[in-house]
């Protein structure tokens, strides 16, 4: 267990207090933190250039929700950086610079932050980006870090609006039990897919899969038109079920729409060539409302996905 | 009393759910939302260009710690905004976009935070600052609102570093008695005078003054100096002591560092021209370490300000 709660005042962030904490900080961040005015040490952080579209996502990171003492605060503050990382793979981006506002019990363990902040600065590091700034603040109980993500685009940005009647859908490597299984903190952003699918013109809509795929992919569906997935073309992670596959959440996987023009036989070529160790899924696609239903296909407005206030 | 947590379950943000909740913020945030890519609902939003150097900023606004029940929602959604606005205003600079992230307890009344959205949006609505996205996450207990503010400079980015000794010291506005007073939340941020003060190659530091004078003005020391205050200078608000003044912290008012050489009277008749409403008040100045005290002067290292993780 990683207890996220010191047993000792003296081993509190508290009793470190806010300046040497954030000494602390800035240390076990490393080189992902930048000096001042580029990084933490004033009122604001001056950010590198933005070439193309800025890009902006906020996701936050709370104890007893997105990950608990089962889960290495190593591993945790990478999933902090990556969840985000997620959102700017799925507009095809590139990152540029974060900050990390940190909302905490007095009593969070300095050696359990240590960890946490060293995952989050030894993910940033591997995707180049900053950590340029952040706050620190206290709360009665709890834990929620907060980061905030700017990116750019690499091109095209490539939203949920533009999905067709006809488009065939793909989701890339594999869905379900990602508790169970880890992958919640063990995935990989698909930054570079995110950014090769952005290129290509016939791909029209994408995001990525955080809810279940069948909460989500409502977001991509264009007027007049439903997602239906074939149950057997779904590609499920370790023995989950179909209805897991399908509403689990936390799979970080994209989800796109590809022309019904565009010839899938070299689509997938091209990809496989692109990434020959990623498996993509054609699993369905966007059909008329009231139109037949095909072979083994199910429509996906019966389930439900994860429901973040319940 | 404002109550934060609804009395009935049919009054709270887990009664209405996660999508319908989406849906009223982004009624509630009105013309201050713009519409995806550009706003909520996508994986990321598409930022306004930004001109001259990129800020950010984040701050979290905790209940129980920087609001309770006493203040308005409506206040408290406006001092969100405001807090980061502070940050921009010590920069110079000039609010382009913000993002944010709710981590809250299920039973929030959706009253309360209607409320408190809309001062959120009137704030940003009066510095044309949109609200381009957002996170809502569930939180075992409390409400935690992060803002992060994304502005531009306005031709220079005025740093806490570039003091030297012999500098003068000037605050803005009066000091101390915030929370007393409700200064807290009905403060306006300094963004008109901080821009003016960058444009001036004399102003040599600014920072603004949220922890108490006496923490917060360490940041400006040049090497070798220290910040040395004449107490019966101090701009004091509403029958505040001379130490209430420099410790009590949330002033969000500017405290700045003028050159020697400057003509302190051609500057301070230019000021009162710019901002007749404004106090400008000359408090001190930078002395090398060990040089004998002016009469009336006291040095600041005796004090503390606000410590955030007591």
Same mark, same amino acid.
């Given at each position: 267990?990683?207890?996220?709660?010191?047993?000792?005042?003296?081993?509190?962030?508290?009793?470190? *207090?806010?300046?040497?904490?954030?000494?602390?900080?800035?240390?076990?961040?490393?080189?992902?933190?930048?000096?001042?005015?580029?990084?933490?040490?004033?009122?604001?952080?001056?950010?590198?250039?933005?070439?193309?579209?800025?890009?902006?996502?906020?996701?936050?990171?709370?104890? *007893?929700?997105?990950?608990?003492?089962?889960?290495?605060?190593?591993?945790?503050?990478?999933?902090?950086?990556?969840?985000?990382?997620?959102?700017?793979?799925?507009?095809?981006?590139?990152?540029?610079?974060?900050?990390?506002?940190?909302?905490?019990?007095?009593?969070?363990?300095?050696?359990?932050?240590? =960890?946490?902040?060293?995952?989050?600065?030894?993910? =940033?590091?591997?995707?180049?980006?900053?950590?340029?700034?952040?706050?620190?603040?206290?709360?009665?109980?709890?834990?929620?870090?907060?980061?905030?993500?700017?990116?750019?685009?690499?091109?095209?940005?490539?939203?949920?609006?533009?999905?067709?009647?006809?488009?065939?859908?793909?989701?890339?490597?594999?869905?379900?039990?990602?508790?169970?299984? *880890?992958?919640?903190?063990?995935?990989?952003?698909?930054?570079?897919?995110?950014?090769?699918?952005?290129?290509?013109?016939?791909?029209?809509?994408?995001?990525?899969?955080?809810?279940?795929?069948?909460?989500?992919?409502?977001?991509?569906?264009?007027?007049?038109?439903?997602?239906?997935?074939?149950?057997?073309?779904?590609?499920?992670?370790?023995?989950? *079920?179909?209805?897991?596959?399908?509403?689990?959440?936390?799979?970080?996987?994209?989800?796109?729409?590809?022309?019904?023009?565009?010839?899938?036989?070299?689509?997938?070529?091209?990809?496989?060539?692109?990434?020959?160790?990623?498996?993509?899924?054609?699993?369905?696609?966007?059909?008329?409302?009231?139109?037949?239903?095909?072979?083994?296909?199910?429509?996906?407005?019966?389930?439900?996905?994860?429901?973040?206030?319940?």
């Amino acid at each position: 267990v990683n207890d996220i709660l010191s047993r000792t005042r003296s081993g509190s962030v508290a009793a470190l *207090g806010e300046a040497a904490l954030i000494g602390r900080l800035r240390l076990w961040l490393g080189r992902a933190a930048p000096d001042a005015p580029h990084g933490i040490g004033d009122d604001c952080a001056v950010l590198p250039p933005i070439r193309g579209a800025g890009l902006i996502t906020v996701d936050p990171l709370v104890f *007893g929700i997105h990950f608990d003492g089962r889960v290495p605060p190593f591993a945790a503050g990478a999933k902090l950086v990556k969840r985000n990382l997620s959102d700017i793979a799925a507009m095809g981006g590139r990152p540029k610079a974060a900050v990390i506002a940190l909302a905490m019990d007095p009593r969070v363990s300095v050696h359990w932050l240590r =960890s946490f902040y060293r995952g989050a600065a030894a993910e =940033s590091l591997r995707h180049h980006l900053p950590i340029v700034g952040g706050d620190v603040t206290r709360l009665q109980s709890g834990f929620v870090a907060t980061l905030t993500l700017l990116g750019e685009s690499a091109g095209r940005v490539l939203t949920r609006t533009g999905a067709r009647a006809g488009d065939r859908l793909y989701v890339t490597g594999t869905l379900g039990r990602s508790l169970a299984t *880890g992958h919640h903190h063990r995935f990989q952003p698909r930054l570079k897919e995110g950014r090769w699918l952005a290129a290509r013109r016939a791909v029209r809509s994408m995001m990525d899969v955080s809810d279940g795929l069948a909460k989500d992919l409502r977001a991509l569906e264009p007027r007049g038109a439903e997602a239906r997935v074939a149950a057997a073309a779904l590609p499920r992670r370790d023995g989950a *079920g179909v209805v897991e596959a399908l509403c689990d959440g936390e799979d970080y996987e994209l989800v796109f729409s590809l022309a019904a023009r565009a010839d899938t036989g070299s689509f997938e070529r091209a990809w496989r060539r692109a990434f020959p160790r990623v498996r993509l899924s054609r699993i369905g696609r966007f059909a008329r409302r009231g139109s037949p239903m095909e072979a083994g296909e199910r429509p996906l407005n019966s389930l439900r996905g994860y429901e973040h206030l319940r």
